[in-house]
């Protein structure tokens, strides 16, 4: 089945949520849009939330969060048990944390990376697939943690 990404940025990541939205419908990717809905300031752990509660809940298959460095938005993603959310601005560490954390979340700093550099960010993240193997057991143990470190 086709993946629908979960989008959802604070003021500081608005227009390159916007961008990215722009992109996906020219490329087709499917995305819900969790917001925000504008530069008026906001408070992204609640934006966190809202992606994290629509990957868990099976509405959506993975999501991407921009803030003003993506550290913020990051940092309350890993708090859902089963998010492995990523903060990137490369692609050699977008490709890698799919196929080696097989992250769900990918976290952009709007005021950080520039747009296009931001797309292929995306781009990278969308079109990479998790190895499994030795990773899967890792991953596993990541997930491990969930229940005997909470
Ligand atoms: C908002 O000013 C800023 O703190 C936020 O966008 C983000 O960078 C937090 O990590």
Do not use: Q, W
Not at 86 to 104: E, I, K, L, Q, W
Request: glycine share 12%.
């Amino acid at each position: 089945m086709e993946k629908i990404y979960a989008l959802a940025s604070d003021h500081g990541g608005y227009e390159l949520k916007e961008e990215i939205k722009r992109h996906f419908d020219e490329i087709g990717i499917k995305y819900i849009d969790f917001g925000t809905n504008s530069t008026a300031s906001v408070d992204y752990p609640e934006y966190a939330a809202k992606v994290c509660r629509a990957i868990i809940g099976g509405e959506c298959g993975a999501g991407i969060l921009c803030c003003g460095t993506g550290i913020g938005m990051s940092i309350a993603a890993n708090k859902f048990d089963g998010i492995r959310a990523a903060v990137a601005s490369d692609t050699f560490s977008v490709r890698y944390t799919r196929m080696h954390n097989d992250a769900n979340v990918l976290c952009l700093g709007g005021r950080v990376v520039g747009v296009g550099l931001a797309l292929e960010l995306c781009d990278v993240f969308v079109s990479t697939e998790f190895e499994g193997g030795r990773h899967a057991k890792r991953v596993g143990m990541i997930t491990e943690l969930e229940s005997t470190h909470r």
